[in-house]
């Protein structure tokens, strides 16, 4: 049973694109996975796992592998286009996008260039920015969207926590305005949590006063 399930995650590997990048000198290159072949390994693991919770048959893990295999392949492979798009329209906006640990794609909107100070009204100059995002996310409108909103530590929770939610609920709504599914956004106001910067300083404070958004492959 366990040389099928490895068979399966193997065969994820290689329906999912694996490639090889030599980073070091002499000939002594280090075998790296994309970000596709990744999520076929997490979909086949998380397959095979939820059906042995449940107690099936060998011949029913192996399925539940191979099935979350090509599932996680797939939503590998989605986002890996996502982002790519996303970072060529991104490009010189003031937005960063990355990946984040869980495999989304992650957008940081930095709070300079998006809400005025203590205010949840989105600028008027960064309308442009957000109507590229909704044009990427709505090519398909297969995306899983969270909207979060953050602070700086200034203040307590019982006023940066309705302030950050508002803030990334004005986000979602102007997405959902410009024909983002509202079906599949979710926003939510974490106040001063996760800071990404010090908030001993005046720049790391700018840094945390921001609103994320995370794409997630929901097909």
Known sequence: MRALVISTVVGALALSGCQSMNTGGGGNGVSQYDKTAIGGLIGAAAGYGLSRSNANSSAQNNRAAAI??????????????????????MAGTGVDVNRNSDGSVGLVMPGNITFDTNQSTIK????????????TLTEDNKSAILVTGYTDNTGNDSINIPLSQARAQAVASYLAGQGVSRNKINAQGNGSANPIASNAT???????RRVEISIYASQ
């Open 202 to 208: 005046p720049s790391g404070r700018e840094q945390n």
């Open 124 to 135: 008027s100059n960064f309308y442009t920015t957000l109507n590229k995002v909704a044009q």
């Open 68 to 89: 979350g295999a090509i599932l996680g392949g797939a939503g590998g492979l989605y986002l890996d286009k996502k982002e790519q798009r996303l970072r060529e329209q």
